[in-house]
């Protein structure tokens, strides 16, 4: 395999040429350099090479961005076997040195999208070079949304920055060296979010087009056994995900109308249920079905691994296995104060069945049997889940599947003051008869936005439609039954707060443990303008942490200062 290493900006851009196989793309060595003189990209199969070096450097991100993403929040946490590296990033006390952080590897991906955009032979390939350049810009994007987001400036640079002359390892990356400076903009969150959205908005398409994906057919449509096209990410998913850290809902749900339109995403009848309201026993364990393949209806984007993850290019399975990360007291707490429904029948014992396995493993963590197990209580809750997230034995990463596409509607809708509708993805399904229905969404919040349209207006949805469950059925069973789950204000919380508080209560039955949840709660409080609600959730899972720093108190102090919330910086 052929690998280009630079020296002036991070120093290790990997852009793999049509000399290799698509084999090659799920392999880890980074020890070869070439020469970046004078090359450009004059056909598809050069292009297709070098989008497979830069879904290369997404493969070794994956791992950083599933730790920092959850390690942070409150669902993961550490174990008696966590090394010291894991045990800093979960108390918010990691260096510049830790071995999970990602700044480095995002700006070498950066640097890898900058390098293949320049070398594009507008002569050679005319309009396929604009083409083939969207779905490297989205992934850049996409990498400065994270950039931003885990440490709250972004050193902008559209332009590659290369040096052929004395090749050194990424862990010695100046970041102060004149060719870095001399090409980038240190720019604030919100500024990088106005730019990203500016420069993706050309390449999305119109509303009711299908996005058009290169290398989504032909000789290069699959790599392994993975379609290409979900290897890469949709301009409409990244744009959503902008638009909601902008605030601006009315865009960010037509993003995601329009992706669960092209896309056909739907959320599947694929559901844990009990027997009988005894709970003897389980006889639908069909959820955990999802995660064995990556059907294009369930899945939008992953980031691949090879099966040799020994290997270095996932060591999550490794640390699971090992019981070196965990699910935390408060993600426990959660499944298990959930009502499981069996027609009208209330079975309050049950939980989400999503979580704990029980009596197999089909849920997203099991406990450990104690030896003594009628006098000891289990405590140890081993993730599962992500062991299940393989195809062909080789393991991925989820970065936009359907219920993470529907939840975040879900979000933006219901701050548009679309409560029911809302609530209608979590208790009853987007469904032409749902929508329909008055019981169930009042019509004034129908008011004829087209990314309210589920197949009760344009009969062309209904086909795509029709076949929606509701999200919170798949674990807790008859939930349109369930009189219990409703909207409620009578604590004295308005409308928005309760959905939204159920829709949080939602990532994590269904999006636990994979990458999102920090981020997660970063963005709620920050639509609420209350840090306090993202310190109180992470404090009372910290509290409880042998060997914690802090109190819950001081955890909530410290949390509430948002400065606290970003990883530590080497480019600063």
């Known amino acids: 395999m052929n690998v280009l290493h630079i020296k002036k900006y991070l120093c290790a851009l990997t852009m793999i040429f049509a000399c290799v196989s698509c084999q090659d793309f799920f392999e880890s060595d980074l020890g070869n350099v070439i020469d970046t003189q004078n090359h450009t990209v004059k056909t598809e199969r050069d292009a297709f090479y070098q989008v497979c070096g830069i879904l290369q450097l997404m493969q070794q991100i994956g791992d950083d961005y599933v730790i920092t993403g959850e390690l942070r929040g409150d669902l993961m946490t550490q174990t008696v076997n966590t090394p010291q590296d894991l045990r800093d990033i979960e108390f918010f006390d990691a260096d510049t040195t830790n071995t999970y952080l990602h700044e480095r590897k995002l700006y070498a991906l950066v640097n890898n999208c900058n390098y293949y955009i320049s070398r594009l032979d507008e002569q050679s390939l005319g309009e396929r070079s604009d083409t083939l350049s969207i779905p490297v810009r989205i ?6 949304l994270q950039l931003a987001l885990d440490y709250g400036t972004v050193h902008y640079f559209t332009q590659p920055i290369l040096t052929t002359q004395d090749v050194v390892a990424t862990e010695d990356f100046d970041f102060t060296a004149d060719a870095f400076v001399e090409n980038e903009t240190e720019l604030p969150t919100e500024t990088i979010i106005d730019k990203l959205i500016e420069e993706l908005q050309p390449y999305c398409p119109e509303a009711g087009q299908k996005e058009y994906m290169p290398f ?20 409409r998913f990244v744009l959503g995900e902008l638009y909601m850290w902008k605030q601006d809902f009315i865009h960010a749900a037509e993003m995601y109308h329009e992706l669960m339109v092209d896309k056909e995403l739907t959320i599947s009848m694929g559901t844990n249920r009990w027997r009988n309201t005894m709970c003897d026993d389980v006889s639908t364990r069909t959820w955990s079905n999802q995660f064995g393949n990556i059907p294009t209806d369930n899945f939008v984007s992953v980031i691949a691994y090879s099966e040799e993850y020994e290997q270095g290019l996932t060591r999550l399975p490794a640390l699971l296995a090992n019981y070196q ?7 426990r707490e959660t499944f298990e104060s959930q009502q499981f429904n069996i027609n009208n029948n209330v079975v309050s014992v049950a939980g989400d069945l999503r979580g ?4 197999s493993n089909y849920g997203s963590y099991t406990l450990n049997i104690p030896a003594n197990s009628t006098t000891q209580e289990a405590t140890d809750a081993f993730i599962t889940k992500i062991e299940k997230m393989r195809a062909n034995d080789a393991y991925y990463t989820s970065l936009c599947r359907a219920p993470l596409v529907y939840l975040r509607y879900a979000e933006a809708v219901n701050r548009l003051g679309k409560h029911q509708l809302a609530m209608a993805v979590l208790k009853y399904g987007l469904t032409p008869s749902v929508l329909n229905n008055r019981n169930y969404i009042n019509p004034n919040e129908l008011g004829g936005e087209p990314f309210t349209d589920f197949g009760q207006i344009n009969a062309a949805y209904a086909s795509i439609f029709t076949k929606n469950a509701s999200l919170h059925s798949r674990g807790c069973g008859d939930v349109e039954m369930n009189q219990s789950y409703h909207i409620d204000t009578s604590s ?3 409308s928005l707060t309760d959905v939204e508080n159920k829709i949080m209560e939602e990532y994590v039955l269904e999006c636990s443990f994979e990458g999102n949840r920090f981020h997660d709660l970063m963005r709620i409080a920050t639509y609420r303008n209350d840090p306090s609600y993202l310190a109180a959730k992470i ?5 409880v942490v042998s060997g914690s720093p802090r109190s819950r108190e001081d955890w909530i102090a410290f949390l509430s200062d948002p400065d606290n919330w970003h990883l530590p910086a080497a480019s600063r």
């Open 139 to 144: 992934i850049r994007a996409w990498a400065y």
């Open 216 to 235: 989504s057919t032909g000789e290069y449509a699959t790599i392994n056994s993975y379609q290409t096209r979900q290897l890469l990410l949709p301009v």
């Open 325 to 331: 990360l965990g699910a935390s007291l408060t993600c």
């Open 356 to 359: 704990e396995g029980k009596t």
């Open 492 to 494: 004295g919380i308005d």
């Open 539 to 543: 404090a009372s899972k910290l509290a």
